[in-house]
């Protein structure tokens, strides 16, 4: 997790030659990378150096990015039988960032989730387009709510973020509360 636009982080990529990637923008100032892993400490060490925000995400599988290449055919093959149907209430794709517009859920739908950075404040964005004003992070611990925080203070907008669950705290609690 780095706190940079996704426009700066670039130039700490250039010279890894594809072994880390974008994985996902989930604010103006909140990226993701994911690859190898040695990369991914050296990036972190001159984020550090330079005392930009970086932290390691406690996650074994580089999704969204390179290493996942020599999944996508197996993933194709495997799902090549999907027949997705439209969904019955709008649904944000965290591939493309809109509204998932019928049935688009088909196995290289799903390849490309696997691989292709997560759209998450282009979806943000599009919630609040459709006049969404009310979040609920459905998660083991809300990690994405700093980044919804931000996606509404940069679009001039006022709502509710909520969680769903907390780390080390009681989940009937958290729920209802």
Not at 3 to 22: F, R
Not at 63 to 92: F, G, Q, T
Not at 96 to 122: H, K, L, M, Q
Request: a negative charge; one cysteine or more.
């Amino acid at each position: 997790a780095v706190g940079l636009p996704k426009e700066e982080i670039t130039s700490y990529l250039e010279d890894l030659e594809g072994s880390v990637s974008i994985a996902a923008e989930n604010s103006p100032n909140s990226i993701t990378l994911s690859g190898n892993l040695e990369s991914l400490k050296r990036i972190a060490e001159e984020l550090e150096a330079e005392q930009v925000f970086a932290r390691f995400v406690p996650v074994d599988i580089p999704y969204h990015s390179s290493e996942m290449d020599c999944l996508l055919r197996d993933i194709s093959l495997l799902l090549k039988e999907l027949k997705p149907e439209c969904p019955s209430l709008d649904l944000v794709s965290s591939v493309t960032g809109e509204i998932v517009e019928g049935a688009d859920s088909d196995a290289p739908y799903w390849c490309r989730n696997v691989r292709e950075p997560v759209a998450f404040r282009a979806g943000f964005e599009t919630l609040l387009r459709n006049g969404a004003d009310l979040f609920v992070e459905i998660s083991a611990h809300p990690v994405l709510s700093p980044s919804m925080k931000e996606n509404l203070l940069f679009e001039g907008k006022t709502g509710p973020v909520v969680a769903s669950l907390r780390r080390n705290e009681r989940d009937g609690l958290v729920f209802r509360r």
